[in-house]
C-alpha cells in the first residue's frame, strides 16, 4: 500500500463550461498527503477551497487531472467504488456542525457506524470512546440543541471519525466558534487525529491555527503553492 493517503495531480475545475460565463476554479493543483501528516489548506474566501476538498474526498469530480487515494486512481471508478471508498475512508468536517437535531450526540455518531455494517454494542462502544477523548463523554444523552456551540462540534468530529476513516477533510471546522473556544476544540481536533494517527486537510483563514499543522499549503489562483 503506498505511504501517501492522498494524491491529486493537474486538477482541473470548471463551472458553467464553454459558456461566456464560464469560471475555472480549479487551474492544475496538486498536492500529496502522507499518511498520518497533517496539513493546513489556506486559502482567501471565493479561491476555491471547498471545491478542492470535494474533490479530494471524491464528493466532486474533476474536469480533468488525476485523484488517488492509498496509491488508488479514483478518477475514473464508478459512482458505487467512489461512494464506498468516502464512506470507508474519508470523514468530513465542516463549518457548521449538521448534527441531526432529534438524534442525541451518541445517536449521531452511532448512526453512521450503523449504517457501515457495525453491530449497536460496537457502534455505542466506539461512540463513548471518541467523546471521552474529546471531553463530552458526559453529554452523550443531550442532543444538540441542548449543547454548547464548542460541544456540538467536538461531537461531529467523532461523527467524521465513528468508522475510523483513512482522511479527514475539514472545511474551517472551528470558524463559527469564538476564539477562545476555537482554539479548545481545535485542541481537541488535532488530539484526536493525532491520537487515530489519520491523514488530515484542514482548511482554515486562522494562521494561528494552521501553523500548529505539519505544514501550510496555500491554494492561489487556482493552484496550490
Keep these: 500500500m503506498s505511504d501517501l493517503t492522498l494524491e491529486l495531480e493537474g486538477i ?8 461566456p460565463s464560464e469560471v475555472k476554479v480549479l487551474r492544475g493543483a496538486s498536492l500529496r498527503l502522507k499518511a498520518g501528516e497533517v496539513v493546513a489548506l489556506v ?50 468536517i465542516y463549518q457548521f456542525h449538521h448534527l441531526l437535531p432529534e438524534f442525541s450526540a451518541l ?4 448512526i453512521p ?22 471531553g463530552v463523554a458526559g453529554r452523550a444523552d443531550h442532543r444538540p440543541a441542548a ?9 461531529a468530529f ?19 466558534l469564538d476564539p477562545a473556544t476555537s482554539d479548545q476544540v481545535f ?8 491520537d487515530t494517527g489519520l491523514s488530515a486537510l484542514i482548511a482554515t483563514h486562522n494562521l494561528e491555527l494552521a501553523a500548529r499543522m505539519d505544514r501550510i499549503v496555500r491554494l492561489e489562483q487556482g493552484v496550490i503553492v
Aim: aromatic share 4%.
Design 43 to 92: 486559502a482567501p474566501s471565493g479561491a476555491g477551497k471547498s471545491t478542492f476538498l470535494h474533490i479530494a474526498g471524491l464528493l466532486d469530480v474533476a474536469d480533468s487531472g488525476m485523484v488517488r487515494h492509498a496509491g488508488r486512481d479514483m478518477s475514473s471508478e464508478p459512482d458505487r467504488v467512489r461512494t464506498e471508498t468516502r464512506r470507508e475512508d474519508v470523514g468530513f
Design 187 to 194: 485542541a481537541a481536533l488535532m488530539d484526536l487525529v493525532r
Design 147 to 155: 449543547l454548547s456551540g464548542g460541544e456540538q462540534q467536538r461531537v
Design 113 to 134: 457506524q450503523l449504517a457501515n455494517g457495525k453491530s449497536e454494542a460496537e457502534a455505542k462502544a466506539r461512540a463513548m470512546d471518541l467523546l471521552a477523548r474529546v
Design 12 to 19: 482541473e475545475k470548471f463551472y458553467n463550461r464553454g459558456k
Design 158 to 176: 467523532c461523527r467524521a471519525l465513528a468508522n475510523a476513516p483513512r482522511l479527514l477533510l475539514a472545511d474551517e471546522p472551528t470558524g463559527n
Design 107 to 110: 445517536e449521531n455518531i452511532v
